[in-house]
């Protein structure tokens, strides 16, 4: 039932012509789905675990789990940090030709012969690439004087940074006026 690793997520319907089910493993590299990002980078192919179940004469229910990593930029700290990436697709597949009104509301169309998913997995993992991203919640980014990375070291200009801080808050501020009285 399951065949060697694919590079592909384009699937020749003859091949499930005499079952009902099938699994393949695709190792397609994020590239050549068109996955190209500035701030982003794949550090590995994505790897696909992809079901196919036929349903009556020529529907097709698709499952894709599908995984990766990629490397992106801590925004406080500036380092690159590896992130996870899994996400799951399902879809249904069935023969006819594809408006993009019906491919906005979910249902998808093949010709009866190839089914093509390339598409589907490019978009289910964009919406996974993190847009604003930590390499920790804790991250103390880089010091806004000298560039210091806080995570690392304790710069001289820390102290002053919070002298700042407590002198703009009202409530400090407050305390301040009602000592004094
Ligand atoms: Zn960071
Ligand atoms: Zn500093």
Known sequence: MREGIRDTLVFDM????????KAFEVLVPAAS?????????????LSCAVRLFRQGNDTIYVAADIETKIS????????????DITTTLELLFAVGS??????????????GEILDISEDVRQEVIL?????SLCSEMCKGLCSHCGAELNFEACACE???????LDSNPFSVLSKILENN
Request: include cysteine.
């Open 72 to 83: 992106v930029e801590c925004r406080r700290c500036i380092n690159p940090f590896e992130v």
């Open 33 to 45: 789905l068109g996955l190209v990002y500035e701030e982003a980078e794949f550090t590995e192919p």
């Open 128 to 132: 996974e690439v993190p847009v604003w």
């Open 159 to 165: 102290t002053t940074d919070e002298s700042t801080v």
């Open 98 to 111: 594809e408006s993009l009104e019906q491919r906005e509301a979910d249902e998808r169309y093949y010709d």
């Open 14 to 21: 003859k091949d499930l012509r005499h079952e009902d089910f």
